[in-house]
């Protein structure tokens, strides 16, 4: 068996400090809210290729992923939709108190798939229009903004008799792209992908009119010793993927 020159070990642990990426690149197991979906998909692109560790992403409702860590899902890190799951987890013991940050904020916009409407809440207030999407303020951090929403406007009750509830944003934003609604609250990811929205026509929500949609990742348990979990938090607060969340539409 040939023996590797000590000379060519010093190189190659040169060329991958230089290059950035690990010689012991890892991979975490990530559960994702579905609302950030597509910015996260980018983000893992980057991080690959920053870093050399991989992050397999699974996908869902804030609470069903819950539910799957709680009943022994392997995941490493939870990227909820809102600040209570995370805090939960790290009340339970599931999760590291210390990992636990706001990585987005999200935003809600009031959404129509035609072009070149002008929507605003005249358009809730006017009551034009036929069904009205939103997921359930019960499961769902952006049903309860959009629930708020309408509280601050005064009009929950009359258009309580037009609306249709998802049990996610995910499924109120297919209730709108599927013309089962003409209009509906969706997360601004999911119609902004470069900074502009790029599909139908749209009012973004002020933020004044309902609660801040704050979002938390927490390091489960799991992941204690995984290096790739704990880089892959560090790298949410880098600036490529900062920058990658206000492409989207998140603060």
């Known amino acids: ?7 060519v ?15 012991w690149a890892g991979n975490t197991q990530v559960a994702v809210a ?3 979906a597509a910015p996260m998909k980018r983000i893992a692109q980057q991080f690959t290729q920053d ?8 996908f869902g409702a804030t609470g069903q992923l819950l539910a799957n860590i709680q009943h022994g899902a392997p995941f490493d890190v939870l990227l909820a939709a809102d600040q209570h799951t ?4 790290v009340q339970s013991g599931a999760a590291a108190a210390q990992s636990r940050f706001t990585y987005a904020t999200g935003r809600l916009a009031l959404w129509s798939a035609q072009p070149n409407l002008s929507l605003g809440q005249h358009t809730l207030q006017s009551g034009n229009f036929k069904r009205l999407a939103m997921a359930s303020p019960a499961l769902a951090p952006y049903g309860l903004a959009a629930h708020q929403t309408l509280a601050s406007l005064g009009i929950s009750d009359a258009v309580q008799p037009r609306m249709v509830q998802g049990s996610s944003v995910t499924q109120a934003f297919q209730f709108v792209a599927t013309g089962n609604a003409d209009i509906g609250f969706v997360a601004l ?4 992908t470069t900074g502009l929205i790029e599909r139908g026509s749209a009012w973004l929500v002020p933020a004044a009119l309902h609660a801040p949609i704050r979002q938390d990742a927490v390091l489960l348990q799991r992941a204690a010793g995984n290096e790739a ?12 993927a900062q920058s990658t969340l206000r492409a989207f539409g998140y603060e």
């Open 189 to 192: 990811s999911q119609i902004m």
């Open 34 to 36: 579905a609302n950030f």
């Open 229 to 240: 979990a704990t880089a892959l938090m560090r790298y949410l607060r880098s600036a490529p």
């Open 51 to 58: 870093t050399g560790h991989t992050a397999t992403l699974v």
């Open 9 to 23: 070990s010093v190189l190659l642990s040169v060329l991958a400090l230089a290059s950035g990426t690990s010689a």
């Open 1 to 7: 068996m040939r023996v590797k020159p000590v000379w």
């Open 86 to 89: 995370p805090q939960a987890l």
